[in-house]
DNA sequence: CGGGATCCCGATAGATACTG
DNA sequence: CAGTATCTATCGGGATCCCG
């Protein structure tokens, strides 16, 4: 036991692996687009900028939590504006940066591969689960 | 309380959601490469087939376990190859598939912008955080 | 109206140990 | 070598309550 042991090797690597992972830009957009509803989101605002509660009719389901978090963060990342009206009642209004029109550009990318090849996907599954039942 | 609460108005509309959201073709797909192991699998196979423990050893941080499921379910998907050599002892290869392989270019593409923004979200990102301590 | 704060639960990643 | 089985800790996400 006097050398490192294989876990401790391996943890080692896992410590360096999670830093790089967490430097890494790809990683990092990944981790962003494939929230939950940050996709939904973004294509609510492409027709335009929304309020808090237009937003939370459209994309039906979202918890106010979860939708309020989501805003915050993309806010954050300069993917949406926030903008706020005090009038009585309050108006928040939420609109796409510059940046968050780009991003929906990837993400029609993403959209139409995904549709495209939805198909062959699925045949791939039916094939292999028919063959391990 | 005769008539639907809110909550089960809301509860009603997030199972419909859930039922859109599994049908819907970019969901499925974003919910697949998002996977922390997905995008690191494809990117190693990019450059050749690889032997189990030759990818174990690459992505150096995954667990056997994590690392079995995700392959499954990119072998289920149509995105990679398994092919097993009866030696002694056994012999496993993995590789991409032509559909494998087209993935790897949008993912390519996801890079790519990542890259390209990554810059701006940053930037954004220190300015948020500066306005609210 | 637009959220923040808090509690709670199920899902799941990962460590560990074992096997054909 | 290439996995499988089991257990546990963590944590995202939802419900609920409350405030400005």
Redesign the pocket.
């Known amino acids: 036991m006097a050398t490192t042991t294989a876990?401790q090797r391996?943890?080692q690597a896992?410590i360096e692996y999670d830093a790089f992972i967490k430097g890494c830009p790809t990683n990092q957009l990944l981790d962003r687009i494939s929230?939950?509803?940050v996709s939904l989101v973004v294509c609510a605002l492409t027709t335009g900028s929304m309020?808090?509660?237009?937003l939370?009719r459209k994309i039906a389901?979202?918890?106010?939590?979860?939708l309020?978090?989501t805003?915050?963060s993309l806010e954050r990342d300069g993917i949406v504006s926030?903008k706020?009206t005090p009038s009585v009642?309050?108006?928040?209004?939420?609109a796409l940066t510059p940046l968050g029109t780009n991003l929906s550009c990837l993400l029609a990318a993403v959209k139409d591969w995904a549709e495209l090849h939805i198909e062959q996907v699925n045949k791939a599954r039916a094939l292999y689960d028919a063959e391990s039942p």
């Open positions: 876990a391996r943890e896992r929230d939950k509803w309020r808090y509660s237009d939370a389901g979202v918890s106010p939590k979860m309020t978090q805003l915050r926030r706020v009642p309050v108006r928040v209004d939420y």
